[in-house]
T-cell receptor
Framework: GAGVSQSPSNKVTEKGKDVELRCDPISGHTALYWYRQSLGQGLEFLIYFQGNSAPDKSGLPSDRFSAERTGGSVSTLTIQRTQQEDSAVYLC?????????????FGPGTRLTVL | GNSVTQMEGPVTLSEEAFLTINCTYTATGYPSLFWYVQYPGEGLQLLLKATKADDKGSNKGFEATYRKETTSFHLEKGSVQVSDSAVYFCALYGNKLVFGAGTILRVKS
């Protein structure tokens, strides 16, 4: 079946604008994750959704960042009043369930550039 | 909190050379350990995993053994190929996936 898809693949925006990044997980996967990959750095956990449970937002860097997951499927990551330091690749991943051994399947990412 | 430390790159090797990429971790409890790989222009994908101490994960000629006594999960391959050139990420899963900074591997023909 189809893998995790993300849109747009690239986004260039001006400082201060809001952006929305979309993730379509693999059908049937109940767990969904957002990460940020900055140049020369590893992946930074942002937020995690599992079924109908309250999301784990512990990785969000500021209150300008928010995410929602509608109907247990598609997720949108919103960054308000973007700053240059928000420039990074934003990765979405999904897994069958949140277990210690479940593989996370990653999307291709959205490259965000804030001018 | 949980953390992963892996050797800095880039690592440059000739084809057929032996590869080791070191990875150590700090965690409470008994996390699962993973190696993910990111080939040029592609998304992250799981390379191998181990879920308990002394387990060995293996795939595509790569191996890593979960060593609880040294809190390590070093990645090894006996003979690398040009096609192995990629960025390799060590990760642990306690209650969320925590990644190392990644190691760039370049294999020359």
């Amino acid at each position: 079946g189809a893998g995790v898809s993300q849109s747009p693949s690239n986004k260039v925006t001006e400082k201060g604008k809001d952006v929305e990044l979309r993730c379509d997980p693999i059908s049937g996967h109940t767990a969904l994750y957002w990460y940020r990959q900055s140049l020369g750095q590893g992946l930074e956990f942002l937020i995690y959704f599992q079924g109908n449970s309250a999301p784990d937002k512990s990785g969000l860097p500021s209150d300008r960042f928010s995410a929602e997951r509608t109907g247990g499927s598609v997720s949108t990551l919103t960054i308000q009043r973007t700053q240059q330091e928000d420039s990074a690749v934003y990765l979405c991943a999904s897994s069958l369930a949140d277990s210690r051994s479940d593989e996370q399947f990653f999307g291709p990412g959205t490259r965000l550039t804030v001018l | 909190g949980n953390s992963v430390t892996q050797m800095e790159g880039p690592v440059t090797l000739s084809e057929e050379a032996f590869l080791t990429i070191n990875c150590t971790y700090t965690a409470t409890g008994y996390p699962s350990l993973f190696w993910y790989v990111q080939y040029p222009g592609e998304g992250l994908q799981l390379l191998l995993k181990a879920t308990k101490a002394d387990d060995k994960g293996s795939n595509k000629g790569f191996e890593a053994t979960y060593r609880k006594e040294t809190t390590s999960f070093h990645l090894e391959k006996g003979s690398v190929q040009v096609s192995d050139s990629a960025v390799y990420f060590c990760a642990l899963y306690g209650n969320k996936l925590v990644f190392g900074a990644g190691t760039i591997l370049r294999v020359k023909s």
